[in-house]
């Protein structure tokens, strides 16, 4: 680690993990490299092995910040005073998933990778992040389902973040998938984050725990 105060170290990783995000839109996971990286940061592309030995590790840091940006618009929708019906709740949820599609895209297209390619110590921070998520949304559910017990959120968490590792490849196509899908005659609807998000909670919260959610 290269000396200086811990407020310039966590600024370049910030720039790093920024130049990643700007590369993840337009290109593909295996096709970027630390050089991209590099070429669009303020310093050398050697500096960045300072901050993370491999792509897969500034990857896995962007997914952590990704997630950490959701929890905070999760302990907002926690922090509301007013109660919220299921659907108004399902609708609030979908509403913080809609601006996460980078996050989804990692998890559903990029995981598995990041996670073997990175260091223990990166991955422990990340999961940390992860398991936040998942209290957040356990805190949302206590605050407008009170009378939910513990196992029915358990229960919802259990569906719920699986789910979410199915979203991005349902609500965005490459031009090649949807050619190979009418070629092949498969009929599709095209949703957006938050069509697909919203009837799934309601769904989830109106059903096998209806009783507990009234």
């Known amino acids: 680690m290269p000396k200086g105060s811990e407020e310039l170290t966590n600024a ?9 995000a700007a590369l993840y ?9 630390i050089r991209d990286i590099g070429a669009k940061t303020s310093f050398t592309r050697t500096s960045i092995y300072n901050y993370f ?6 990857f896995l840091a962007l997914l952590q910040r990704e997630h950490e940006l959701w929890i905070s618009d999760l302990e907002e929708l926690a922090r509301r005073e007013a109660p919220l019906s299921t659907e108004q709740f399902a609708d609030a ?7 996460r599609g980078c ?13 073997g390619n990175s260091r223990l110590e990166n991955l422990v921070s990340f999961k940390r992040s992860y398991a936040g998520a998942l209290q ?8 407008f389902f009170p009378r939910m017990t513990a196992g029915s959120i358990q229960g919802f968490l259990y569906a719920f973040f699986p789910f ?3 979203v991005y490849p349902y609500t965005s196509h490459t031009d090649k998938q949807l050619e190979a899908m ?14 697909l998000v919203r009837p799934f909670v309601e769904k989830m919260l109106q059903g096998e725990w209806s009783n507990d959610v009234q």
């Open 103 to 115: 996050m989804l895209k990692l998890m559903s297209m990029n995981l598995y990778d990041m996670e």
């Open 53 to 58: 030995q491999t792509k897969e590790e500034i």
């Open 93 to 99: 949820l979908a509403c913080t998933l809609e601006k």
């Open 12 to 20: 370049r990783k910030e720039e790093i993990i920024d130049a990643c």
């Open 182 to 195: 009418e070629a092949a005659h498969v009929s599709y609807t095209q949703y957006s984050i938050h069509a």
């Open 25 to 33: 839109e337009t290109m593909g996971f295996r096709d970027i490299t």
């Open 164 to 166: 979410l590792f199915g």
């Open 136 to 143: 957040a949304v356990t805190r949302c559910l206590e605050k």
